[in-house]
T-cell receptor, first 115, second 110 residues
Framework: AQSVAQPEDQVNVAEGNPLTVKCTYS??????LFWYVQYPNRGLQFLLK??????LVKGSYGFEAEFNKSQTSFHLKKPSALVSDSALYFC?????????????FGQGTTLQVKP | DTAVSQTPKYLVTQMGNDKSIKCEQN?????MYWYKQDSKKFLKIMFS???????INETVPNRFSPKSPDKAHLNLHINSLELGDSAVYFC?????????FGQGTRLTVV
């Protein structure tokens, strides 16, 4: 069964410092991995995806993620955090057992960036 | 120019009532979804339609019934609402890989 784990409920970082939000996955077959962000009282916004190719994927708002097959991880990173990055971040994997496009989400990590 | 729009944004209703949430996408996508986000922010898929055909029906009480009159619309009807149905419901659409989400409907059952 496909699954995604985000081991940290909350990540705190000072503005200007680098940030990392962790994600590990378990899939059968090739992993299709995604990061979404949810701002308060808003829907989910797509940040970036890994389908194939380079292990370092660049996305919106200066975010990037590194796919590591041996560690089954897909951590989200940003070199310099902004206060406006404070939000709830979800890692997701596309269900590869069917062709439905169903996303399986991690439990979410709240990112708090302090000035 | 909203891509995926849901109405209403907020819905407060009494137990036992029947309510509907509407979703429309103007992106031309073939596939649409309903996800539920519970009080702990956990997101789980409920239903998916592809070109008006139901392709995902997770373990959801049969009080929940999706309806897709055309591929741009996927509505969610809920009968006999219960307190535990209180959640945020997200509609999404996808052309293939990436899903685009609506702003959500916060349903509160009192």
């Amino acid at each position: 069964a496909q699954s995604v784990a985000q081991p940290e409920d909350q990540v705190n970082v000072a503005e200007g410092n680098p940030l990392t939000v962790k994600c590990t996955y378990s899939v059968s077959g090739n992993p299709y991995l995604f990061w979404y962000v949810q701002y308060p009282n808003r829907g989910l916004q797509f940040l970036l995806k890994y389908i194939t190719g380079d292990n370092l994927v660049k996305g919106s708002y200066g975010f990037e993620a590194e796919f590591n097959k041996s560690q089954t991880s897909f951590h989200l990173k940003k070199p310099s955090a902004l206060v406006s990055d404070s939000a709830l971040y979800f890692c997701a994997v596309r269900d590869g057992s069917s062709n439905t496009g169903k996303l399986i989400f991690g439990q979410g990590t709240t990112l708090q960036v302090k000035p | 120019d909203t891509a995926v729009s849901q109405t209403p944004k907020y819905l407060v209703t009494q137990m036992g009532n029947d309510k509907s949430i509407k979703c429309e996408q103007n992106l031309g996508h073939d596939t649409m979804y309903w996800y539920k986000q519970d009080s702990k922010k956990f997101l789980k898929i409920m239903f998916s339609y592809n070109n008006k055909e139901l392709i995902i029906n997770e373990t959801v009480p049969n009080r929940f019934s999706p309806k897709s009159p055309d591929k741009a619309h996927l509505n969610l009807h809920i009968n006999s609402l219960e307190l535990g149905d209180s959640a945020v419901y997200f509609c999404a659409s996808s052309p293939g890989m990436v899903a685009f989400f609506g702003q959500g409907t916060r349903l509160t059952v009192v």
